[in-house]
């Protein structure tokens, strides 16, 4: 799970860059395994990455090649050289093959060198790609094939390359053993055999203009790669060195080649790896540093380049409830033509879609290869969507999954392969954090709403009792001196009559004063100021009121105290307001650790999931005040079986 940084409020990104890089030890793996020399470099020719061979050729580590300079590994004439080649690599975007002298250690050997860019989603180049291999032997060997037919057989049966001639015809004249590993040939396979046989038939012609040409004497390019079929007929990425010789006294084109395959494949997952990297680290940024208004939009971009650069249809992201008992699409992006999935799925029970949704509730992903024929519900729902392939990971924030990030597409057979799935992966974690954070703000935001309505339902209840009561009372009393006042005998009735209202007067100022601030909690204890707020709305409402006290009445903080009268205070209004009930029953229960308080009616109950969708001013108001005291609350109901609200606090002294 990615962990937000405290001070900012954001989420590092060392963290997952090193999860990043965690993700490429296949790589490493596969690279070490080579024989070639391999290394990475950023524009600057600074190494950012080298295999232990190419290492070992300097005297150094893998880990000692990190950050060395061209000056610091060649002499100054070949340092420039070779900085000017990583340039035009990264200026053209074209990858670049040489063949030098090993100027490093002044010996007669030759050196092959590969230099291929890495682009970002943006085809910018980032770094250079360099693989470097001893092509000393094959030098030697093409010198050699000059000078003695005889010589060559017996330098190239033993090449570690393949071999092979092609008479004027284009025929098979010759093939070395390893010619032939490399197709999977026997030699009675390729003896006479047209080279158009090893083409795909797209390309026949225009290798043949070109083999016409080179035997004619004109000049191609002597290197270049090309795709060749084995005797299975399945393509091989070969790199050739192709030459116009003469054998047995005729003009013949000479192949010198080797099966490229993996490598090429290789390469072209660490470049996948290194861009989809950068498409991650962009998102991050950008979820980072989007506001709230902005972060629907910023979130909908992140899928859609997701989507993009994956070649899916659709990627979607799935909320559950509160409860974790449905669970619906929120966000999306879709290729046009599609069924938006919100459309379909849109508080769906978790039980009717249980293949997904119960791997993903345990932390696990889920591929639409690994789902079972039983999980009809969820073919059904794919099948109205179109989608014949897909990936869901989960999201996943404090240790509690609250959605997950799918990728759909309307192609069958979509594999995904561990590398990109922990990606994926570190995008969801990077989703479900930047929603949380939401989530967060918006409960914040309609906590202030919330608090500001109740300061004004409470200015205006204070505000007309003191207009409807205390005016009244007064503007009598005040009637009742201009009488006296008048009169000239017969003035001690309109006192007395004047002191009668005064003491109303008193008595609503009193009771305004007691609402505001009850002072029976500090005469009589919590229990019994509980006990005595229930009767007064047993009286008030016409209700049947029970209070029962279980264990001793405990002495609590005043902040604990008040809380658990307020919150009393807002239930029975609630009932006396909604519920439409005849008898509530109020326990207050005392343990060593915690005080808690029950309130149970037998009134008409409510939808409790309509009541989590949107909640009253009551509730958040109950809910922040037992948040700053440490507490929690609970409720249960249903339409006719009544509502009980249980609520429990620490037990605090001070």
């Known amino acids: 799970m990615v962990r ?28 070490e395994a080579l024989p070639d020399m391999i290394f990475v470099c950023d524009p600057n020719g600074d190494v950012i990455y080298s295999n232990s061979i190419a290492a070992s050729r300097f005297g150094l580590t893998a880990e000692q090649m990190v950050g ?21 690599v990264c200026r053209t975007g074209l990858p670049m093959v040489t063949e030098v002298p090993d100027l490093l250690f002044k010996t007669r050997a030759w050196v092959d060198t590969r230099v291929i860019p890495i682009q970002d989603v943006s085809d910018r180049v980032t770094a250079v790609v360099g693989i470097s291999r001893d092509v000393t032997a094959r030098r030697a060997m093409e010198e050699a094939l000059r000078e003695s037919e005889q010589n060559f057989r017996a330098l190239a049966e033993n090449a570690q390359s393949g071999i092979a001639i092609f008479n004027r015809d284009g025929r098979v004249a010759f093939a070395n053993r390893h010619a032939l590993r490399i197709t999977g040939c026997r030699r009675e396979d390729v003896d006479g055999v047209q080279f158009r046989r090893f083409l795909k038939p797209a390309e026949w012609k225009r290798y043949a203009d070109r083999y016409k040409k080179r035997i004619a004497g004109y000049k191609f390019p002597a290197r270049y790669e090309a795709t060749i079929l084995d005797k299975k007929g399945l393509p091989l990425i070969v790199d050739i060195t192709a030459a116009r010789t003469l054998w047995q006294g005729q003009p013949a084109i000479i192949v010198i080649f080797d099966d490229i395959t993996r490598r090429k494949k290789i390469e072209e997952q660490l470049k996948f790896r290194l861009r989809f990297e950068n498409l991650i680290m962009q998102i991050s940024q950008k979820l980072l540093g989007a ?25 979607t992201i799935f909320m559950f409830s509160d409860d974790l008992k449905t669970v619906s699409a929120t966000l999306e992006w879709s290729a046009r033509g599609l069924t938006p999935t919100r459309k379909t799925i849109r508080n769906v029970p978790v039980s009717a879609v249980s293949f997904i949704a119960d791997p993903l509730l345990r932390g696990n992903i889920v591929q639409s290869g690994g789902m079972p024929a039983a999980a009809k519900n969820e073919w059904q729902i794919c099948e109205r969507l179109h989608v014949r392939s897909f990936l869901q990971v989960p999201m996943i924030c404090r240790k509690r999954v609250i959605g997950s990030l799918s990728f759909a597409s309307r192609k069958k057979g979509i594999k995904w392969d561990d590398d990109s799935i922990k990606l994926v992966k570190l995008v969801g974690q990077m989703m479900a954090g930047t929603l949380y954070r939401r989530y967060l703000e918006e409960g914040h935001r309609r906590l ?11 200015r205006k209840r204070i505000s007309a009792m003191l207009h409807d009561h205390l005016g009244q009372i007064l503007t009598v009393a005040k009637i009742h001196l201009a009488n006296a006042a008048a009169r000239k ?16 007067a008193l008595a609503v100022v009193r009771n305004l004063a007691s609402k505001l601030r009850p002072p029976i909690l500090q005469g009589m204890g919590i ?21 029962v006290r279980s264990g ?22 609630n009932v006396v307001k909604h519920a439409r009930a005849d008898a509530i029953h109020v326990v207050m229960r005392t343990t060593p650790q915690s005080v808690s308080l029950e309130v149970k009616d037998n009134g008409r109950g409510f939808d409790i999931h309509a009541l989590r969708r949107g909640k009253g001013i009551g509730l958040i108001g109950m809910e922040e005040r037992l948040l700053r005291c440490g507490g929690e609350l609970k409720f249960t109901s249903a339409k006719g079986r009544g509502t009980c609200l249980l609520a429990r606090v620490p037990r605090v002294v001070k």
Request: with cysteine; charged share 30%.
């Open 4 to 31: 937000r940084n405290k001070k900012a409020g954001r989420f590092p990104r060392a963290p997952a860059r090193d999860r990043i890089w965690t993700s490429g030890d296949k790589y490493k793996i596969l690279a």
């Open 68 to 88: 060395k300079r061209q000056k610091d590994l060649f002499p100054a004439p070949v340092a420039r050289h070779h900085v000017q080649a990583i340039q035009q």
């Open 291 to 315: 506001g709230p208004g902005d972060l629907d939009r910023v979130i909908l971009a992140a899928l859609r380049d997701m989507a993009k650069f994956t070649g899916v249809d659709r990627s």
């Open 448 to 458: 202030a709403d919330a608090l500001l309505e109740l300061q004004e339902v409470e």
């Open 489 to 504: 005998g017969g003035v001690e009735a309109s006192f007395r009559q004047c002191a009668e209202k005064l003491d109303d």
């Open 527 to 547: 229990g019994m100021a509980l006990k005595c707020l229930c009767d007064e709305f047993g009286v008030e409402g016409g209700l049947k009121t029970y209070f």
């Open 552 to 573: 001793p009445d405990p002495v609590l903080a005043e902040t604990i105290s008040t809380c658990l009268y307020r919150i009393l205070q807002e239930a029975l209004t």
